[in-house]
């Protein structure tokens, strides 16, 4: 399985809701040291590269940060186990 | 695909073939008396420097080369258009041995400075002076 | 990287990767995924190579960049170099490896372009800076 | 000594970013035709170079990360391709002109056709791009290029009616003889020359290839701020001479030896020895910076090895896309295609370039993973926004502009 087969896929919840498009995946090691994947951030919008605005304490400048922001609304970050990947 | 070329080289032909208006024909004589005034005022300021020893055979030569090929395709460029009317014949008439007089002058001063003949140089720069005169007139005669 | 979150597509994807001593491996330009017993995805390896790049961007010019890239191989079936994410030492501005370039494996472009063109120019080997 | 030669990366990039073929007759076409009053575009353009070069050069010394690294890095693989075809056209473009000013300029000098010399002067350039050490390069280059301060000194030989320049400083209209549209379109020509992107992927390229560190920020900031302010006061300087020798006699400018002349006139044939041999210089050094640049940016984009620190066997790739580059620019050159004129084109391009070259380097600067304490202050990023508009604007404007006005004609 590749990053690129999983990026940009839209994806439903358990309940069959559309969540939106993966933007990106975050990991957190495992026991074995391994980056196991752990929340996925989706966005509703077109997937773009998010340009880094999205990960905490990044704000400046400003207005980028507003305009950023703006452009992904409603993007956020959902548990792995709350997501149904087979949905297209 | 085959189509939309086709329609783009028939508005190309269509274009060249097409009657030239009397407006176009004047910004032609326009952009070429423009020309003529900038080749005529780098010619003739060249000249001046040269005449007082501040530049070498090498630059003058290329540089007066430069300013006798534009004003070769003023000329050129002038003669080839349609002439549409009388209006835009009597501009021609008007313009074109100005044109001519700038081109022999340049010439004149280039075989002046080659040759070491101050005399030719220096009548080719006052006279280069006098025409660039009756060439900005015309220009500004145009705008 | 202070925080313990890696992000995929933000830490590692288009991030240049440079070997023990600096020199440029490559860019990722995909990350391959291992899947743990209880059915979550790691991150086991990443990719380097046109071919991977080509397929991650898609579209007409991403399928001709990979055809190129398989053209270029000479032997065998064309595969991306693959690092195992256990040789990545630091994810910073770049990601460095605890390996020296030389013990991965050589582009097949690059090894192409140094046998064929560079390398036949007198001063080729000549020292850099 | 070592601390003034410390300074020629600055200066090198700066004379192949203000004073290279293009602008020389850019500027001198200006001059002509607007006299003074597009002057302050130069100095916008200066400032936001300043900025922009400041912010890259800090990124390549803390994070030694080149400019086109950040680009790819931000705006991902798709985005980043669009930018590389972009940037690499214009510089290709630009690299061609310069090949063909160097011509011009030693057809200056020998009255031999400059078509005759293009073969030959780009074989000496790949040799120096082949053989020269950086550093060497860059002292031999930037230094040389100083030749062109002659300029200053002829402006101010020619003793110009200072109060009518500086009214036309301050009076930032088109002349009666021009109207709005070719007025917009050199200030859009002349900004976009004044940023152009290859300078940043040079200036952060050298950078590394000088093995900056953080303790080098103080060089970084040196360089910067020498550097790309030479290279406005000599494009000033181009420009004021031309508005001096040829709006009265409104006259238009459109070859290097026209550009050489008020010099002549100033200071006689040592003076025009001396600007050929600038010219010379300066084209010869944005040769090599955008022979470098076009090597630097599709190496980068792919995560080659690149640059002259290694033997070229070593960066086969890179040193390949050199060497295409050279023979591509000559190419276009034995089409006979006007060297300037091919600039005045490149410049219209990279107008339209150069946001996605400076977004990346803008939101980088603010990156505290790559810069920790380094980051932009509020200062620049205010500056760092405002400039991001402007050339948001030129971007958006240059081509209707060019159409609009059939390349200012």
Not at chain 3, 105 to 112: D, H, I, S
Not at chain 4, 313 to 333: D, E, K, P, Y
Request: charged content about 20%.
């Amino acid at each position: 399985m590749l990053a690129s087969d999983l990026l940009g896929r839209p994806v439903r919840d358990r309940d069959g809701k559309p969540l939106g498009r993966v933007a990106d995946l975050l990991t957190e090691p495992d026991e074995h040291g391994r980056q196991r994947v752990v929340r996925v951030l989706v966005t509703p919008r077109r997937r773009g590269r998010l340009l880094g605005f999205e990960r905490p304490g990044i704000q400046r400048p400003w207005l980028l940060e507003r305009i950023s922001s703006l452009l992904h609304r409603g993007t956020r970050e959902v548990p792995w186990e709350d997501i149904d990947w087979s949905a297209e | 695909m085959l189509i939309s070329l086709g329609a783009v080289l028939l508005a190309l032909v269509l274009l060249g073939v097409w009657p030239t208006t009397s407006g176009q024909f004047r910004s032609t004589v326009e952009s070429s008396v423009q020309d003529a005034v900038s080749s005529v005022g780098t010619a003739r300021t060249t000249g001046q420097t040269a005449l007082r020893g501040n530049t070498f055979g090498a630059y003058e030569s290329t540089v007066l080369d430069d300013t006798r090929k534009s004003v070769a395709t003023a000329i050129t460029d002038v003669v080839e258009s349609e002439v549409p009317d009388q209006d835009s014949r009597r501009l021609r008439d008007e313009v074109l041995p100005l044109l001519q007089e700038s081109a022999r002058l340049i010439g004149d001063l280039g075989t002046g400075l080659d040759s070491d003949d101050r005399g030719l140089a220096s009548s080719a720069t006052d006279g280069l002076a006098e025409v660039g005169e009756r060439l900005t007139a015309a220009l500004e005669g145009l705008r | 990287m202070t925080n313990e979150v890696l992000r995929v597509d933000f830490d590692l994807l288009d991030r240049q990767i440079v070997d023990l001593d600096g020199h440029p491996v490559g860019k990722v330009d995909d990350v391959e995924f291992g899947t743990t017993a209880d059915g979550r995805p790691f991150v086991a390896a990443i990719l380097v190579g046109h071919h991977a790049l080509g397929e991650r961007i898609g579209g007409r010019l991403g399928r001709w960049m990979a055809a190129v890239a398989r053209r270029l191989h000479t032997t065998g079936d064309p595969q991306p170099l693959r690092i195992p994410f256990e040789r990545v030492a630091e994810i910073g501005s770049a990601i460095r490896l605890d390996v020296r370039h030389e013990l991965l494996n050589t582009p097949a472009l690059e090894l192409w372009l140094r046998d064929n063109v560079i390398g036949r120019i007198p001063g080729a080997s000549d020292a850099g800076q | 000594m070592k601390r003034f030669l410390a300074v020629t990366l600055g200066i090198l990039t700066a004379i192949g970013g203000f004073v290279d073929i293009g602008d020389l007759v850019a500027n001198s076409e200006t001059g002509a035709r607007f006299g003074m009053r597009l002057a302050w575009v130069v100095v916008v353009g200066v400032i936001g170079i300043c900025l922009y070069a400041e912010m890259s050069g800090r990124v390549a010394a803390v994070s030694g990360r080149p400019v086109f690294d950040l680009v790819r890095e931000r705006l991902g693989a798709r985005v980043a391709l669009a930018n590389l075809a972009g940037s690499y056209l214009v510089t290709l473009l630009t690299l061609s002109a310069e090949i063909g000013g160097v011509a011009l300029a030693i057809e200056l000098a020998t009255s031999v056709h400059y078509l005759l010399w293009v073969p030959i002067a780009a074989f000496v350039l790949w040799v120096v791009l082949w053989k020269v050490k950086f550093e060497p390069m860059e002292r031999v280059f930037g230094l040389a290029g100083l030749a062109l301060v002659v300029f200053v000194v002829a402006l101010i030989a020619l003793d110009p009616p200072w109060a009518q320049l500086g009214q036309q400083v301050t009076s930032p209209v088109p002349p009666a003889t021009e109207d709005w549209g070719t007025y917009g379109f050199f200030a859009v020509a002349l900004f976009a020359a004044a940023m152009t992107p290859y300078e940043v992927f040079f200036f952060s390229s050298g950078g590394v290839e000088e093995k900056w560190t953080s303790r080098d920020l103080a060089i970084s900031r040196v360089n910067v701020f020498v550097g790309f302010p030479l290279g406005g006061v000599l494009s000033l300087a181009v420009m004021g001479c031309a508005a001096v020798v040829y709006e009265p006699l409104q006259a238009q400018v459109d070859t290097l030896g026209q550009t050489a002349l008020p010099v002549a006139m100033a200071l006689g044939k040592l003076g025009l020895v001396v600007v050929i041999l600038g010219f010379f210089a300066a084209t010869f050094g944005a040769a090599l910076e955008t022979g470098l640049s076009a090597g630097y940016t599709v190496a980068q984009y792919f995560g080659w090895q690149w640059g002259k620190l290694v033997r070229p066997r070593q960066a086969a790739r890179f040193h390949t896309v050199v060497l295409i580059s050279v023979l591509l620019g000559v190419a276009l050159l034995l089409t006979t295609a006007d060297p300037i004129a091919i600039t005045e084109y490149s410049l219209v391009f990279s107008a339209v370039a150069l946001p996605l070259t400076y977004l990346p380097i803008l939101i980088v600067a603010n990156d505290r993973d790559y810069l920790g304490d380094e980051v932009n202050s509020p200062l620049t990023n205010v500056l760092g926004v405002t400039y991001l508009v402007i050339i948001l604007v030129a971007a958006i404007a240059a081509v209707p502009l060019m159409i609009l006005t059939g390349m200012g004609s």
